[in-house]
C-alpha cells in the first residue's frame, strides 16, 4: 500500500510540473488557506488545517500550515474501536493548472494520540503524504479533495476551502 501511494504522489507531481509551464499565476506570498475537510477509509474522520503561502517557486507556490485530525476506526488485526486525535505540521507545493483548478502534494509530520474502547490510550508519532485537487469557486473559497496515507487520518478526504 505504502508503494501504491507512493507511486501516485510521484506522478502527480511529474503531472503537475510538466502542466506548469502553462500554468496559471501561483498563489501570492502571504496568501493564507483554511480548509475543512471530512473523510473515511478506513473508519471515518475530520480535519481542519490552517496555512499560509510561504513563497512562490516560478509556476507553483508552497503553503506550510498546522493540521488538526480525528480519527474513529476498528483496529484490522484485533477488531478493537479507537479513536486518534492528531495535530501536525502541514506543508503543500501547489501547481494552480488554470485559475479554477489546483493541483497540490506535500507532506506532514507530528503527534498522535491514540485511545482505544477498553480505556487504554498511547502518544505516538504520525507521520503522511498527500497529494490532492483545490476547486476554486471563487476566489476566496474552493472545494478540496484530497488523498493522505496516514496511519492516523483518514485516506480520503473532502470539503471546502477557504483563501484570503
Not at 471515518?44 to 507553483?60: F, H, N, P, R, V
Amino acid at each position: 500500500m505504502k508503494n501504491t501511494v507512493s507511486l501516485i504522489l510521484a506522478l502527480l507531481g511529474f503531472f503537475a510540473f510538466s502542466l506548469s509551464v502553462s500554468a496559471a499565476e501561483p498563489d501570492k506570498p502571504g496568501t493564507k488557506l483554511i480548509q475543512i475537510q471530512g473523510g473515511g477509509f478506513p473508519g471515518y474522520g475530520a480535519l481542519i488545517s490552517g496555512s499560509i503561502a510561504i513563497t512562490d517557486l516560478g509556476k507553483s507556490h508552497l503553503y506550510g500550515g498546522l493540521q488538526f485530525g480525528a480519527n474513529l476506526r476498528t483496529g484490522a488485526v484485533t477488531g478493537e474501536k479507537r479513536m486518534e486525535l492528531s495535530t501536525a505540521p502541514r506543508l503543500t507545493l501547489g501547481f494552480n493548472l488554470s485559475r479554477v483548478v489546483e493541483l497540490h502534494f506535500g507532506g506532514l509530520a507530528g503527534v498522535a494520540m491514540r485511545r482505544y474502547e477498553k480505556g487504554s490510550s498511547a502518544l505516538k508519532f504520525c507521520y503522511g503524504g498527500l497529494g490532492g485537487f483545490r476547486f476554486n469557486v471563487s476566489p476566496s473559497f474552493g472545494i478540496v479533495l484530497e488523498g493522505c496515507y496516514s496511519e492516523d487520518l483518514p485516506y480520503a478526504s473532502g470539503g471546502i476551502a477557504f483563501r484570503f
